[in-house]
């Protein structure tokens, strides 16, 4: 394992690791006292953030000579928001599915937490998997379960108890703001409702990096504005958050970092820096988001 | 923990697909059903089929008069030849004395015994009938008959009969032979269908499952109790049905029908623990089985 950078890889891994870090008190932090011993990833940021995802002239050829992606190479650090834009076929999707080990590169490394995830036999997917949040443009929820149950799933993959799921799951509720929809199935709710489902889900486990693949694809733009919000709150709790969108007006009022694809290549790697723009608060940013797109 | 877990994912599973549920079921106690009444009628005309075999025979006729000593040495001779599988001696009296109880006017007409001393040979297998003949009297290009013992007159082995047995009862074993290999992939076929048919409609669950870090085997486990549940459903629904017909249908007629009643056949309750079985154990491992394509995400 290539696991040099150890402080990372605790911080981004803390099922796999024993480390049992306080959780420290920045915004909702009661979320971080889940039943796993959850590590907080602020608790030890340090000088230098530790890298949680890294491509290495990764490639992706899908059969006769289509290119999904094309020697692609950046970093990203811990608690970053960084957004993927490009359109459709540019190499989002490929990224997302090569963190998900959903598929492998043809070429060059894609390290999660400092661990080439080739290396991850696949038998032990199942466990790499539980360290990520993954919401999709589709949603993906299990139609045959309630609410609850659709969030609880995450949990009880993991082996935790009914008495610790009933434990976590308010908070998380309280945070995507499903608490009066418990006992809905997916198919009675709003788009955006089916879409906090499957963020709370994401989240319910409290994974250091959290995947969200054109999260707001099927929404409308006020809906949109409230996932964005939710995603970014989550950032500020010490998640990283990846998304991958097309819609470029959104990530450009966004202010975060922004890698730009096209045709499987990275052609703009645009760091939050140069919008200067100060922390905002998740409230100050719904407020600007919808000053900006009226 | 987990085991309750698994046992409370299956239910809930069969409760919201009760329609592909039920179709396994009924898949499963259909295929039980027609293998219950088809393993019996094999066995039965397998059975039946046998017997018409053991009925080949060749007849080894002494010249009268033989003494004691001659029909042992013959007797000997006979078991220690090739293709025998049994001898039987049958005396002039003894024939003669059955022939007279079949037919008193024939025999009070003649008066005497006409029987020669008879040893019945059954041969190892009935197919070797003509082999068996061919070494006990064999006859030379030149006519000149060179049977293997003076004291013998004849060897017959009926070979018209013989024939007909011999090749009737093997177009009989070799249909009811393909029939059970048809149904028996008829089933496996029907059930795995029916399985994967259900188990596709929620092939969009088993990928979100695997999304969220769940491990093969805890997709797999209510799957494979829910197949437990429908084939062990299935399998006592077609042995219920298979007792009330063997009470009502079978066992009046088992006296006085031979075919249905065969000392050599399968017994009830084996039947049934063998059913069970393959309900059982066939919708439990397709279930688990077909499942592994949905799992490869």
């Known amino acids: ?294 | 923990m987990r085991p309750a877990f698994f046992l409370k994912e299956s239910l809930r599973s069969m409760r919201r697909n009760v329609v592909p549920s039920f179709a396994a079921l009924a898949s499963v106690l259909v295929t039980t059903l027609v293998l219950g009444v088809f393993i019996p009628v094999v066995q039965a005309t397998n059975g039946a089929a046998d017997d018409v075999r053991k009925r080949v025979l060749v007849d080894v006729d002494l010249l009268s008069g033989a003494s004691a000593a001659t029909v042992a040495r013959v007797r000997a001779e006979l078991q220690g030849a090739p293709h025998v599988k049994s001898v039987q001696f049958v005396s002039k009296q003894s024939g003669y004395e059955r022939q007279r109880k079949l037919n008193p006017q024939a025999f009070a007409l003649i008066g005497y015994n006409p029987l020669p001393d008879i040893f019945r040979v059954t041969p190892d297998r009935p197919e070797n009938s003509g082999a068996l003949r061919a070494e006990l009297d064999q006859s030379s290009p030149l006519g000149v008959r060179l049977v293997s013992d003076p004291a013998i007159a004849a060897v017959q082995n009926r070979q018209a009969q013989t024939d007909r047995i011999v090749s009737a009862t093997r177009v009989i074993k070799i249909t009811m032979a393909l029939l059970a290999a048809l149904l028996v992939i008829a089933s496996v076929l029907l059930v795995s269908n029916t399985i994967r048919l259900s188990l596709f409609s929620r092939r969009r669950e088993v990928e979100v499952m695997k999304l969220v870090g769940a491990t093969d085997w805890f997709i797999r486990w209510p799957f494979v109790l829910e197949g437990l549940f429908l084939g062990a459903l299935g399998g006592a629904g077609a042995v219920a049905l298979l007792a009330v017909a063997k009470v009502t249908l079978v066992d009046p007629l088992a006296n006085s029908v031979r075919l249905i009643s065969r000392p050599d056949m399968i017994g009830f309750p084996l039947l049934i623990a063998i059913l069970m079985a393959c309900a059982v154990g066939v919708s439990a491992a397709g279930s688990g089985i077909s499942l592994r394509r949905f799992l490869r995400i």
């Open chain 1, 1 to 294: 394992m290539a696991a040099t950078d150890a402080t990372s890889l605790e911080a981004a891994q803390p099922a796999l690791s024993g480390s049992t870090h306080p959780p420290a008190a920045s915004e909702p932090s009661a979320i971080f006292t889940g039943p796993r011993r959850g590590s907080h990833p602020r608790a030890q940021a340090s000088a230098r953030p530790a890298r949680v995802v890294e491509f290495r002239g990764a490639s992706k050829l899908y059969g006769a000579g289509d290119v999904g992606l094309e020697r692609a190479t950046f970093v990203i650090r811990r608690q970053e928001m960084v957004f993927l834009v490009g359109p459709t076929g540019s190499g989002k999707s490929t990224i997302m599915r090569l963190l998900i080990k959903e598929i492998e590169p043809s070429e060059g490394r894609v390290r999660v937490a400092g661990r080439d995830l080739c290396e991850i036999p696949r038998q032990k997917i199942p466990f790499y998997r539980r360290n990520l949040g993954v919401v999709f443009q589709d949603f993906k929820l299990l139609p045959t379960r309630t609410v609850y149950d659709n969030i609880a799933y995450a949990l009880q993959v993991t082996g935790a108890s009914r008495k610790q799921i009933r434990a976590t799951l308010p908070e998380i509720l309280r945070l995507t703001g499903l608490s009066t929809k418990l006992h809905s199935y997916p198919h009675q709710l709003s788009g955006g409702e089916q879409q906090r489902v499957a963020i709370a889900r994401a989240f319910a486990s409290h994974p250091p990096l959290l995947l969200a693949d054109e999260p707001t694809g099927n929404l409308d733009p006020e809906t949109s504005i409230g996932i964005m919000q939710l995603l970014y709150r989550i950032n500020r709790a010490g998640t990283t958050v990846i998304i991958a969108s097309h819609d470029s007006g959104m990530v450009d009022r966004m202010r975060r970092r922004v890698i730009e694809l096209r045709r499987g290549r990275i052609v703009r790697d645009e760091a939050s820096g140069s919008y200067g723009g100060r922390e905002e608060s998740t409230d100050e940013l719904g407020e600007r988001l919808r000053r900006e797109v009226a």
